[in-house]
């Protein structure tokens, strides 16, 4: 698979329609922070990354398929996941307002599976998260061929 520059900015794109709502949150909010904002983030987080893959696919219509679109937004949403997320914190008073924020973000950054759900639950994004990535990742794999051939083969 090459890389492109589509790609590149599928996943900035996708990422920025997942992480700005939490950011906006958390700017509004700051640290008065409450359960009733994760179930905001959970609902408004998801529906902002499909409004936007929907926008991209409406502007391009002849491209072949959402796998690939749908993947680099996976991606974007997961590897840049500590940036957004100490960006939230900076308005909470830590994050890039601390020290060694820049060092912490590039380790973060760079086992990103293991930071962005952990950093996510402290942020209030977790349910977002896991629900974007669940849908993202049927609309990134091939269900509807693998499902077909299984259908044939006859193991359903």
């Not at 329609?17 to 949150?25: D, E, R, T």
């Not at 402290?122 to 998260?129: A, C, E, P, R």
């Not at 794999?141 to 259908?151: C, I, P």
């Amino acid at each position: 698979m090459r890389l492109a520059k589509t790609d590149v900015l599928h996943a900035v794109v996708g990422s920025s329609a997942f992480w700005v709502p939490s950011v906006i949150l958390h700017l509004l909010k700051g640290a008065e922070y409450c359960l009733l904002h994760w179930w905001v983030l959970g609902s408004v987080q998801p529906l902002t990354t499909l409004a936007t893959l929907l926008a991209i696919r409406f502007i391009r219509p002849t491209a072949a398929s959402w796998r690939r679109p749908a993947f680099w937004f996976l991606l974007g949403i997961w590897i840049l996941g500590p940036i957004w997320i100490t960006t939230n914190f900076t308005f909470d008073g830590g994050g890039f307002a601390m020290g060694s924020a820049w060092l912490d973000v590039l380790i973060a950054t760079l086992i990103f599976p293991l930071f962005t759900p952990w950093l996510s639950l402290y942020d209030g994004s977790l349910i977002g998260l896991v629900i974007s990535s669940l849908v993202l990742g049927v609309a990134a794999s091939d269900l509807q061929v693998t499902l077909a051939r299984k259908v044939r083969s006859g193991l359903f």
